[in-house]
């Protein structure tokens, strides 16, 4: 503990830090800290020392109550009275990096896993993580047994020893991160293709269309209470970018198979199977993407990505529209938008819609959004109920399944 042991009050940004390891930007973990400006800071590491509270209450320049680590070395901690009180006082929880597998076999469906699921579900607190600390906070988590699979082993076998542990929807619920997975160290240990093939193994074993948000190192994603998205880096002096992918709404997105220890191909017939937008991040702190539209706020690279027989290729884009939404005229349910999660207990998420109407399975209309690219259904009972989306004057009915 560095500071006072006393609870601080003060008012909290609820927000998310996710920092692709490497040195810690600065500028970003000033922003978290400003986030719940003179609050507690709680650190939590599974291995390591406490470092960060010297970084966090001395060298940074704004001013926090306290900062305290706790090193967790065995599953039996997660249930440790004073473990789960110094988390629910704590207004900034930040997770270092390490190992995202010992993460998950230490919290996950313990009473530490359920309070941090509850706590990134709600947006009650400012949470952030860095490296392995940054990829446990994904819906989606790869949770690899060994080392982490390169992106040459993964690309050359789906069913790599080292690439069959991929969490689904089983630790983190936050529904800005719906059916979404993080990676880190990005650029500069080559995970393009890795991460590729993780998409492809969700769209094959679970049928999930999936996203996915990638740093580099010493860049850091922050995302503030309306899921707007700064990304800080130190751009043109390095390489700092962050990546937000997401599988294209084209009928043939699946891969066709995956085989154990052959190449992964996974293409479409367009050519562009996964959209990648790539943000600089730089120090002006002013947001450049939005994850409510999946969309750049400010000057993106785009690119197709795709896999021929074990090889990424990307191709530069000035068009990322979802060519679903586009390629039909009528009213059917041959075609849907990009509607997730689904099924879902309470947010759902889609493109911004003009005119949304959610109708039960037998026809009783029960609310009509306008302008809107999400809405609640936490009120509606468990059950099939149509969710109709009027897009660029297009008309689409999706079958919406809650929980």
Known sequence: MTGNPDDAEVNIQPSFVLAGGGTDNDDAMRWMLTRAKGGDVLVLRASGSNGYNNYFFNE?????????????????????????????????????????????????????????????????????????????????????????????????????????????????????????????????????????????????????????????????????ENNKAIVFGNTPQYPEYAYFLEVNCEDDWKPASLTDAMNVHWSTSNGNTVISQRIKGDKTGIAKFDLNTWKAIEDSDDQYWQINNGVVQKILTENIECRLIASSNDDSNNHTAFVFPNPTDSIVYFPKAEFVELITIDGIKLHAFKNVSQIDVSFCKPGEYVLKLTIDGVTKSNILIKK
């Open 60 to 224: 940074l320049g704004i001013n926090v109550h306290s900062v305290e680590t706790i090193l967790f070395k065995n599953r039996s901690a997660s249930s440790d009275p004073y473990v789960l009180d110094r988390i629910r006082n704590a207004e900034i929880i930040f997770i270092a990096g390490g190992d995202q597998t010992r993460y998950y076999d230490y919290w996950s469906g313990t009473e530490t896993g359920e309070l941090l699921k509850t706590i990134c579900k709600n947006r009650t607190k400012v949470v952030g993580g860095t490296s392995a600390g940054m990829m446990i906070l994904g819906n989606l988590v790869y949770t690899p047994v060994g080392p982490g699979v390169s992106s040459t082993e993964a690309l050359g076998n789906p069913y790599h020893p080292n690439l069959l542990n991929i969490e689904y929807n089983t630790f983190m619920e936050t529904a800005i991160f719906a059916n979404t997975i993080f990676d880190t160290h990005f650029d500069d240990r080559s995970r393009d293709g890795r991460l590729l093939v993780f998409l492809a193994k969700a769209a094959f074993e679970r049928n999930i269309r999936a996203r996915a948000i990638a740093c580099n190192e010493s860049t850091a994603v922050c995302i503030d």
